[in-house]
């Protein structure tokens, strides 16, 4: 297996283990998002807000492991 080969493994493992974490928090974050808003309709703005933040800041988690992938491809 030459050095390329490597790479490429490592770019895509990069990429796979560092979006799966935000794909399953995301989802609970979503599930137990919409089971607050269906037990108290009235509360759904600040639930809502509250959730939108959170998957901001975990698909973070997602895009800094996409870029480290990149770096993997370009640089190394």
Do not use: H, W
Not at 23 to 40: D, K, T, V, W, Y
Not at 52 to 66: F, G, K, R
């Amino acid at each position: 297996m030459t050095a390329e080969t490597f790479k490429l493994l490592a770019a895509g493992l990069c990429m796979g283990l560092g979006a799966i974490g935000p794909g399953i928090g995301i989802g609970i974050l979503a599930s137990g998002a919409l089971q607050a808003i269906g037990r108290n309709p009235d509360a759904r703005g600040p639930i809502f807000t509250n959730m939108i933040l959170t998957v901001a800041l975990a698909e973070a988690v997602a895009i800094y492991a996409l870029v480290i992938a990149i770096i993997i491809l370009f640089v190394a």
